[in-house]
C-alpha cells in the first residue's frame, strides 16, 4: 500500500481508502446488510494495509455505522482513520449535533471519530450550518476529543465550494472527482483551490457510480490498442493518485475481489507517475465518454464571462448529467443545484456571472470563444427545452 499526506496533518493515509455505502447484502432480505461478509471484508481491507474508512449517519439504513463499529473491534479500531458525518439533511436544532454525534459515535463503539464531516454541505444546508452555529458545536466537540478533524462533503456548484471553504479553516474535504467529472460541483478548479488552502482531499465517486468500470466497446478498443495492461478501474484510479492534490481516494468496495484488485492498483500508484501516453489514452476514453453526452462542453470557460451574465457551462453540465448519470440520486443533487440557480434567478444573475439562460440575448459574443464550437446560444435555448419545459430529450435533440 502506497501512503500520502494527508493535509495539513501529521497523519499518512492510505492511497486507497473503503467507503461503507456499498457493503455486501443478504441474499433473502432486501437491503439487509450481509453483517458476517461485511466484517470479513473490512478487516481483510485493513490486513491489506487500507487505514482509511468513511461511513455516514444514514449508510445503508443505519446499518453501516454499526456493522463498521462491530469490525473495528478486537484491536481494529486503532488501526484506521475513522470518519463519519454529521447528517445536515436531517439537523434542524443545535441541540441536535450532540444527538447525531453521540450516536454515531455508539454505534461505532469508539469513543472519538478522526474525522467529522458535514454531510453533502450545499447552498442550504451551508445557510442552516451557520444558522444554527454548527461549527461551534463541532470546536466544542474537538475539545471534549470526540473528533480530531473537521471538514466537510460537498455537492453543489464551484461558487459555494469556494464560499464555504474561505468560511473556515477546515481540516478535511471529501469531494465528487474522476476523469469525467472534472468541471462538475468543486471539479478540478475546486480540487486545486481546496489543496492551495493545505487541505486534506478525499476523493468520492473515482469511477462515477461504476460507469469507468464499464467502458463501452470503443473504449475498450482504445485501452486494448494502447497496449498497456490495465483495467478500466486502474485506469481511473491512476489517473487520480496521479494528481499531488489527492490524499486519499474512497471506493466502496463491495467483495473480496474489488479489494484486492483495488490494493494491487494502490501499490503501484504514485504522484505523477503517469507518462504522456498513458494521458494521452485517458484524454482519448474522456473523448469517447463525451460522445455520449448531448452538448460536448469540457467546461473550459473560454466562453465566459458572458456580457448578460450567463452561467453558460453549468446549465450544459446539467443536462449532460441528466443524461449519462443512471443513478437517481446523484441526478436528484446535480437536479438540485440547477433548481437552486432558477430560485435565485435574481439574486444569482446579479453576480453578473452565475445567471439563468433566460438571461441570453443570442448577442453571439461567446460562439467564437468556444474550442468546442458550440452554437452556444442555439443549444441553451434548447438546453432549456429540456430542464425548464421538461421535453423529451429525443424531441430536442438527435440521438
Ligand atoms: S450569446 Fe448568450 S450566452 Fe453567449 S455571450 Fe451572448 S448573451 Fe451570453
Ligand atoms: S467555451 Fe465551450 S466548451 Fe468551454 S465552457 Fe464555454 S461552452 Fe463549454
Redesign the pocket.
Known sequence: MQYRPFGSTDFKVSALGLGTMRLPLSRFIPQKVNVQQSIRMMRHAIDKGINYFDTAWPYHLRQSERIVGKALQDGYREKVHLTTKLPMFLISRESEFDFYLNSSLKALQTDHVDTYLFHALSKNTFERLKKLKLLDKMKRARDQGKIKYIGFSFHDTLPVFREIVDHFDWDVVQIQFNYMDTALQAGQEGLEYAASKNMAIVIMEPLKGGQLANPPKEALDVMAASGIERTPVDWALQYLWDRPEVSCVISGMGNMTMINENCASADKSGIESLSEKEKIVIDELVDIYRKNILVPCTDCKY?MP?????N?PLHFATLNHQTIERRFYYKFFVRRSYNALVRNKKRLNRSKTNGH?S?????????PKCPQGIN??HE?KKTLEILDKRKNIKDVFEV
Not at 306 to 310: A, D, I, S
Not at 359 to 367: A, K, S
Open positions: 466562453c458572458c456580457p448578460f451574465g450567463v453558460i439562460a438571461l441570453c440575448t443570442e448577442c453571439g459574443v461567446c460562439i452556444i446560444p441553451l
